[in-house]
Nanobody, 122 residues
């Protein structure tokens, strides 16, 4: 199971850090990703990290978001800096065993955390 936390409200240009902690599973071989769903839009890929793999980001967050991972705590973070109003969304963490070439496809992920709302005001 995945437990997400850390959402909230922040002004444009601010920062937030989301956390996603795994329990009841082997974490080290998981690919861990974040997706988000803005109001009225489909859920979209944000970022993913896998053991021994590069971290991939969607273009709109490159240079602003990072994806640190703490294997001892079975936790992956989404560090969000220089937030913009268009980053406002419900953010979901997702996990799957092993890597998949379609790391940006939500249907390739088996485990999902509950969503956490991020609101960025202008």
């Amino acid at each position: 199971q995945l437990q997400a936390s850390g959402g909230g409200m922040v002004q444009s240009g601010g920062s937030l850090r989301l956390s996603c902690t795994a329990s009841g599973t082997t974490f080290s071989n998981f690919a861990m990703g974040w997706f988000r769903q803005a109001p009225g839009k489909d859920r979209e890929f944000v970022a993913v990290t896998g053991s021994g793999r590069p971290t991939y980001y969607t273009n709109s967050v490159k240079g602003r978001f990072t994806l640190p991972r703490d294997y001892a705590k079975k936790t992956v973070y989404l560090q969000m800096n220089s937030l913009k109003p268009e980053d406002t969304a419900v953010y979901y963490c997702a996990g799957r065993v092993g890597w998949h070439i379609r790391y940006d496809a939500e249907n390739e992920y088996v485990h999902w955390g509950q969503g956490t709302l991020v609101t960025v005001s202008s």
